[in-house]
């Protein structure tokens, strides 16, 4: 299990639930609800989060946005689709939620060396 300080900055729609496996898994989940702008990111914490967490693709863009204010957070997508090209290179891990369901992906993500 991560630390008690662990956290994640988690945008886009939540409809398979990774935010509450996240919280299960001890990791404080900060939501953005409105687009994921540089600003809404900064208000939501991603320069001091563990994990940047997207689950929507066509918000790619905040990928890199959120490198640029946190060069070690671990950018995660987790969404079908397909991640756009200048997307990728910032993207650290991808997963399909018809592959893994959101509870497998938050316990790989707590007991992560990077978590």
Known sequence: MVET???AVLAGPDA?????????EGITVTTVDDPPTG???ETAGVADAALY???D???ATSIPVAK?????VRAVVYADGTIPEFAQ???DLRVDPALL???????????????
């Open 39 to 41: 600003e809404a990111l």
């Open 57 to 59: 693709v066509s918000e």
């Open 101 to 115: 369901d959101p509870e497998t992906v938050a316990e790989e993500l707590a007991n992560g060396p990077e978590a």
């Open 16 to 24: 398979d639930g990774l935010g509450d496996a996240l919280a299960a």
């Open 53 to 55: 967490v997207l689950t």
């Open 5 to 7: 300080q662990a956290t």
């Open 89 to 91: 290179p910032t993207t």
């Open 68 to 72: 640029e204010q946190n060069p070690d």
